[in-house]
């Protein structure tokens, strides 16, 4: 059975996600991510990450 007026989302297993309207669940077709920059990558970033932390390490023992 088929029902065109539903109120809640059946697929939601919390309450208050079951109140929510099923438009709000939805993702558009032509939504696509950001790409990210090269210094947000996983290994440039952490890279970038640790060499500051190192420099910044290695540096305050000198002084």
Same mark, same amino acid.
Do not use: C, N
């Given at each position: 059975?088929q029902? +065109?007026l539903v109120?809640? *989302? &059946?697929?939601?297993? @919390?309450p %208050?996600?079951?109140?929510?309207?099923?438009? $709000? !669940?939805? $993702?558009?077709? &032509?939504?696509?991510p +950001?790409?990210?920059?090269?210094?947000?990558?996983e290994?440039? @970033?952490? %890279? $970038?990450v *640790? !060499?500051?932390? !190192? %420099?910044? $390490? !290695?540096?305050? %023992?000198?002084?």
């Amino acid at each position: 059975m088929q029902r +065109k007026l539903v109120q809640t *989302s &059946e697929g939601a297993r @919390h309450p %208050f996600r079951q109140a929510l309207a099923p438009h $709000v !669940f939805a $993702v558009p077709a &032509e939504w696509k991510p +950001k790409p990210l920059k090269w210094w947000q990558r996983e290994d440039a @970033h952490l %890279f $970038v990450v *640790s !060499f500051g932390a !190192f %420099f910044t $390490v !290695f540096y305050t %023992f000198i002084a």
